[in-house]
């Protein structure tokens, strides 16, 4: 598999993106509010959030392109 594609092909787009830019946003607001109290779940809210504004940022996400799924417009 050709490492470009793996790592940068653009493969998320549509109601996926906006998806997953809330949640990943709700995540930050969570941690921000203090919402999130015990300190494994801080943890783990928190890497929801990476997760989420990371791949939306780059439209990109590593396991859709491991198993050849793309919500992204071709061009």
């Known amino acids: 598999m050709n490492l470009k594609k ?18 990943g946003i709700l ?6 509010t203090g919402t999130v109290r015990r300190s494994p779940w ?3 809210v928190a890497l929801i959030a ?6 939306s940022i780059l439209r990109h996400c590593t396991p859709y392109a491991i198993l050849g799924v793309s919500t992204a417009k071709k061009k």
């Open 50 to 55: 990476f997760t989420g504004l990371y791949s």
């Open 27 to 32: 995540a930050v607001l969570a941690l921000a």
């Open 6 to 23: 793996l790592f940068l092909e653009e493969n998320v787009g549509g109601f996926d993106l906006l998806f997953r830019t809330i949640y």
């Open 42 to 44: 801080k943890w783990i």
